[in-house]
Structure formats: structure tokens, C-alpha cells
């Protein structure tokens, strides 16, 4: 057991440690956005999506909740509420810039907790708002877009086939932070929205460090037909 | 014994906090579907579950969700558990929530034994529909619960509905379905998931 231990703290010392990694064959940003790799990734339009989440915190503690997320791409905003599966709403807050928190029940009602959800649902669920994109390959060939932030942050969105992808997070120290893993099931039913997974995988890695686990229960179009879209963005 | 329950069906098994409790007394278990509608200003559409749910007195019972997501809550000799559907497996669930659950959870078993009025965090009204109403004693509580409506049925002992009202606009309502009474119920139930 004790070596398990150590093998996980070693392993997520690795990950932690791990650096922002060069890219080859790169492509300038003329270009960069019609590249597949920077597109297809996030939800366009009005959204509501219910998500279970199954958290897995410091100490080996996991639990299981539900996630409201309203969302607009177009305004960059979103409405997130946090529940016990049987509906009791333990968070609320919405962003559009800044971070309002609507209604929270300990140990939810903490400000940071309220903005570390939103950096974490507009990281999911935003294309960034980057300073500047290029695109290239990684060692292993995957393909990668690659957003640099006005702020020094970079975040990479890792093309791995067509049902896998990976955002990655990197401190203006260029130090790893944030890996999100979305998947989307192999054959989608017809008329399933392509820029939303079925599965969501959060890992924040700096300390305390947690892991997010998030099923798509449901999907659901709102606002008028032209501003939803289907598609890429 | 007799000459109660004649009292009661002469005056109404709802009519009293008395006659809600003599006749709590005459149910040993409770097996219910329910549907449950989560309701908010923001929500484009209601949020609908279904599912089942078990009671045996004194307080075990077994709340059980089967769609959209599948889980288990049960209380069982005062322990509270939940198991959730992950990947076609029940796992069991240490969230956070699950504190706030087991107050729910002890509140609910009070009132399936009949005492409604017997909540120091509540004060209930006894109202004609039959319904009754709880309302927070504390302004902290008030803030998170802003009132819970039981609606009660004809049938003795069955209450009908629960909506729990967070806010006017955020409310969750559970409508129970095919209510029996006094079924046989193992305690194996309440303790072994599967």
C-alpha cells in the first residue's frame, strides 16, 4: 500500500512538473483557426447541459453530484448549479466576467471554491480567448492547437482521433495545471450536437488537486433556433 | 384500538395532529413510486426523475432513483448510505451532500411516523386540502428552505405529494404513485444494494 502511495505521489510529481512541450511543424497563427484541431471542441450557441459528477477530492474522498450548466458561447457566460443527485441545490452562481454566487451551502459557500468552478467550466467549455493561436505536432504526432493567453497562460487542445481530445492548462511559469480529457461516444445518435462530450475528465493537478468525473445525462438547445447551433465553432 | 380508528374515519384521519399520529401508528411499512420534478426559473424544462421508495418503522428507508440516474439512499439504524450507477456498477458516495441529506432523510422518517409538529427547525400548519405547511423557525434555514407543502391523501396514512420550495421559482415536488401500505418488507432492503 505504501508503495502505491509513493508511486502516485511520484507519479503525480511527474505530472505536475511537466512542462509546456515544443511543438513541431508549426504552423503560424495565419491559418492557425481553420485548422480542425482549434475547432469542433466547445458547444456553440445556448446550452443546458446535466452533467453527474463524480469527484474525487484530497484524502481519497469521492463523491457523486449533479451539474447544471446554462451556457452561452456567444457571451461567454454561464449559470452553474451544483446539486445532491436528489435535486437539493447546494451551489448556484453565475459568471458573465466576474463570479456571482446566487445561493451556496457549506462547505460550497466559499468564494474561491465559486471561482476555481468557473475558471474550471470555462476552461471546459470556452474556446479561450487567445492572445495568439499556432498550430503544430507533438512527439507522439497528435496534433495540437495551441492558445496563448494574454495573461501568459497557454492552453493546448490535443487532437487524439476523432472521439478523444485533451485541454491542457499551463501556468504563465509554464508549468502544467489543468488537463481535461473529452471523449463523445463512437457512433453519436443522428442530430447529436459534435461540439458537446459524452465524457468529461478534469484533473487539476496543483495542490490540494482534485479530479472531476462528468457523464452527459442531457443536452438541451435553448434561446431561438439561430442562435443555437450544432456545430463547431 | 377499534374505537380509534372509528374516531379517526368519523373525523378525518388528517384533521388533527393527533389523528396523523394515532394513524402513523397503524403503518409499519410504506412502498411508493414516485416521479420528481426539479423546477427552476433557469431551467429550460423541468428536471424529471423517477423512481421508488421504501419505508420501514421506525426509520429505515430506501430512496431509490432508477432514471435518469441511477442511485441508491438508504437509512438504516441510523447510518445513511448512498450507492450511485457508475459505469454499470453501484459505488458507494462520500460527497459532501450527503450531510445535508441526512437531515432530509431524518426529517422525512419523522413525518412518515406522524410527527409533523415535532420539528424544533420547523413550525407546521395543519391546513384543509389536506396539506401541511413548514416553515423555518430560523432565518439561517430560511435562506437555503423557504417552505415544504405535504400534500395528503384521502387514503389514511399516504401522504400524496411533498414540494420543497428553495425559493417562489426553485422548487422540487415529489408525486408518490401506487402507495401500499404494510407490505412485508426485509431489513435487508435498507442495507444490502444491489
Known sequence: MKRLVLLLLMGGLVLSCAGLPTLQQTT???????????QALYPRGKWQLLHTIEAELPGNRKGFLMGLTRLSSQERSARCVIMTLEGFVLFDARYDGEVKIERAVAPFDNPAFAQGVMADIC????????????????????????????????????????????????GSNHRLMRIVKGTR????????????????????????????????????????????????? | MAVIALALACLGWSDSWQGLKETAKTVNTVKAEFVQEKHMKILARPLVSRGAFLFKAPDSLRWEYKEPVESVLVMHNGQIRRFVNKDGQLVEDAAAGLQSMQVVVQQITQWLNGRFDENPSFSATLETGPKIIMAPRE???????????????????????????????????????NVTLNT????????VIK
Open chain 1, 123 to 170: 476552461l471546459i467549455f470556452f474556446k479561450p480567448m487567445a492572445d495568439e493561436t499556432t498550430t503544430g505536432k507533438l512527439a507522439d504526432g497528435a496534433t495540437v492547437c495551441r492558445h496563448r493567453l494574454l495573461d501568459g497562460h497557454v492552453i493546448d487542445i490535443v487532437q487524439r482521433g476523432d472521439t478523444l481530445w485533451e485541454t491542457r492548462l499551463y
Open chain 1, 185 to 233: 461516444k463512437e457512433n453519436p445518435p443522428p442530430g447529436a450536437p459534435w461540439g458537446i462530450a459524452d465524457k468529461i475528465e478534469l484533473t487539476a493537478l496543483e495542490r490540494p488537486g482534485y479530479k472531476l468525473a462528468l457523464d452527459l445525462v442531457e443536452a438541451i438547445p435553448i434561446g431561438p433556433e439561430d442562435s443555437r447551433g450544432q456545430g463547431v465553432e
Open chain 2, 184 to 191: 412485508r418488507l426485509d431489513d435487508a432492503t435498507f442495507s
Open chain 2, 139 to 177: 432565518k439561517a434555514l430560511a435562506r437555503l428552505i423557504g417552505r415544504i407543502e405535504i400534500e395528503l391523501s384521502e387514503q389514511p396514512a399516504v401522504i400524496e405529494s411533498v414540494t420543497i420550495f428553495e425559493s417562489e421559482d426553485s422548487f422540487t415536488r415529489l408525486v408518490f404513485q
Open chain 1, 28 to 38: 503560424g497563427p495565419a491559418g492557425a483557426e481553420e485548422n480542425p484541431a482549434c
